[in-house]
């Protein structure tokens, strides 16, 4: 598959996706390497980190633990943050899993906390919430929020 923006974020090199990584080469101490179904960086205001499992499968603790710290730096360091926890059906490993649509389990902002919502519609209602307070924080302000740096 050629690389478009109409097929931004669809499978490719589906046949490499099927190739596990070992990380038992990287382990340091008892930790080992963990890894995280999503990450999104927007516009340098805020990060949606998210962890989709198959229903009633339990997120390790030691991922959920470096998950969650990563939240908290992230809001150390003056960033709006979500991690997100979903899950879904897809009992057929051979069929793809349509991430948009995964059911919420709990999501962490600094907080544990419920939602019934898709992904795709928390990731929307914590993005128009950072628009929102990004907003009122530039008409406070009285000037453009200055980026890093600046």
Not at 15 to 30: A, F, H, M, P, T
Not at 118 to 136: G, K, M
């Amino acid at each position: 598959m050629i690389y478009t923006d109409d097929n931004r974020g669809a499978i490719q090199f589906r046949e490499r996706r099927k190739q596990l990584v070992d990380y038992s080469g990287l382990r340091i101490g008892n930790i080992t390497p963990t890894d995280c179904d999503g990450l999104i960086e927007y516009r340098d205001k805020a990060y949606v980190l998210f962890e989709i499992k198959h229903r009633n499968a339990k997120v390790p603790s030691g991922q959920l633990k470096a998950l969650v710290r990563s939240v908290d730096d992230f809001k150390q360091a003056h960033k709006a943050a979500i991690l997100i926890i979903a899950e879904h059906d897809v009992d057929n490993p051979a069929l793809d899993i349509d991430a948009a649509k995964c059911a919420v389990r709990v999501f962490y902002d600094g907080a544990w906390k419920k939602s019934d919502e898709t992904l795709a519609d928390l990731i929307q209602r914590f993005i128009s919430y950072v628009d929102r307070r990004h907003h009122e924080q530039n008409i406070f302000i009285g000037q453009p929020y200055p980026r890093r740096g600046t």
